[in-house]
């Protein structure tokens, strides 16, 4: 038991904040509760403190909207807590389609979709940055904030939240894409939330670090992370994960049995030395 809990911990807790989350959002629609209301692009904690989404805000800035003194603070009380945490945790710890493909990476593996070919996946993860200034186009031109339109973590939170939209069949189309078109395709390679989260987590304070002496090159770190590409340390230095890219969702430190991999706070000497 306690190696289960050992391995699947930090899943765990990521499941319970994710699902609180929803919970509390739909127990404010539903029956007015007061702790967290809104949505994930706009709330207020207690009905006092706001938090507003950073690249929502972009988003009616290029649109040409003057963004309230109160969503301004909440971009900041957002933006501060994920310089801490990590930006991209909000795509592992609070987003409902990490559920979804997550479940997708399961099944491909379950049904043995990774072993049908060796082939180098088709798109670039880069390709997300593009999607993200080309939201912002979009914006410009169209006078609205172009990705909430048609975001499909908005429509699956407000259908759970709410009852409304289209979320389902967004849903149902990202974990069809995942499971026989892309690995890790919507989060790894398209969302431009997570592009943007990306840029603002290659600020944030804590880090994945690799101890390579406790090292035994198992490489089960490298098969479970989402963004694999981040953990180019594995087998060569001791150093944390500067990359921007890293989701904090510390599958890499559950599955290490050598205790190679752990969380700690961001080493500003280690990263001048490095230049990352």
Same mark, same amino acid.
């Given at each position: 038991?306690?190696?289960?809990?050992?391995?699947?911990?930090?899943?765990?807790?990521?499941?319970?904040?994710?699902?609180?989350?929803?919970?509390?959002?739909?127990?404010?629609?539903?029956?007015?509760?007061?702790?967290?209301?809104?949505?994930?692009?706009?709330?207020?904690?207690?009905?006092?403190?706001?938090?507003?989404?950073?690249?929502?805000? !972009?988003?009616?800035?290029?649109?040409?909207?003057?963004?309230?003194?109160?969503?301004?603070?909440? @971009?900041?009380?957002?933006?501060?807590?994920? *310089? @801490?945490?990590?930006?991209?945790?909000?795509?592992?710890?609070?987003?409902?389609?990490?559920?979804?493909?997550?479940?997708?990476?399961?099944?491909?593996?379950?049904? /043995?979709?990774?072993?049908?070919?060796?082939?180098?996946?088709?798109?670039?993860?880069?390709?997300?940055?593009?999607?993200?200034?080309?939201?912002?186009?979009?914006?410009?031109?169209?006078?609205?904030?172009?990705?909430?339109?048609?975001?499909?973590?908005?429509?699956?939170?407000?259908?759970?939240?709410?009852?409304? /939209?289209?979320?389902?069949?967004?849903?149902?189309?990202?974990?069809?894409?995942?499971? *026989?078109?892309?690995?890790?395709?919507?989060? /790894?390679?398209?969302?431009? !939330?997570?592009? *943007?989260?990306?840029?603002?987590?290659?600020?944030?304070?804590?880090?994945?670090?690799?101890?390579?002496?406790?090292?035994?090159?198992?490489?089960?770190?490298?098969?479970?992370?989402?963004?694999?590409?981040?953990?180019?340390?594995?087998?060569?230095?001791?150093?944390?994960?500067?990359?921007?890219?890293?989701?904090?969702?510390?599958?890499?430190?559950?599955?290490?049995?050598?205790?190679?991999?752990? *969380?700690?706070?961001?080493?500003?000497?280690?990263?001048?030395?490095?230049?990352?």
């Amino acid at each position: 038991m306690k190696k289960l809990w050992n391995s699947y911990r930090y899943l765990f807790f990521r499941r319970f904040t994710q699902i609180s989350l929803l919970i509390l959002y739909f127990g404010a629609n539903a029956w007015g509760w007061k702790m967290l209301q809104g949505n994930l692009s706009s709330s207020t904690i207690l009905g006092v403190i706001p938090m507003s989404d950073p690249y929502a805000a !972009l988003q009616m800035l290029a649109a040409g909207a003057t963004l309230a003194t109160d969503l301004l603070l909440g @971009v900041l009380v957002v933006t501060l807590l994920y *310089f @801490v945490v990590g930006g991209r945790a909000f795509c592992s710890w609070v987003c409902p389609i990490n559920m979804v493909t997550d479940f997708a990476s399961f099944v491909r593996e379950l049904i /043995g979709m990774n072993k049908l070919t060796g082939v180098k996946q088709p798109a670039s993860r880069k390709l997300r940055y593009w999607v993200l200034g080309l939201s912002l186009i979009v914006s410009a031109i169209m006078g609205l904030a172009a990705f909430e339109f048609i975001s499909p973590i908005s429509m699956l939170h407000r259908g759970i939240v709410f009852g409304i /939209g289209f979320g389902w069949a967004g849903v149902l189309i990202i974990f069809l894409f995942d499971l *026989f078109v892309l690995k890790n395709g919507w989060c /790894g390679h398209i969302c431009p !939330l997570g592009g *943007f989260y990306s840029i603002l987590g290659k600020f944030s304070l804590i880090r994945v670090k690799h101890n390579e002496e406790n090292c035994t090159l198992c490489m089960k770190c490298k098969v479970v992370c989402p963004e694999n590409q981040v953990l180019h340390m594995i087998g060569k230095k001791s150093l944390p994960v500067l990359s921007g890219e890293c989701t904090n969702c510390a599958r890499c430190i559950e599955v290490c049995d050598d205790d190679a991999l752990s *969380f700690s706070l961001r080493s500003m000497a280690q990263n001048k030395k490095t230049g990352e």
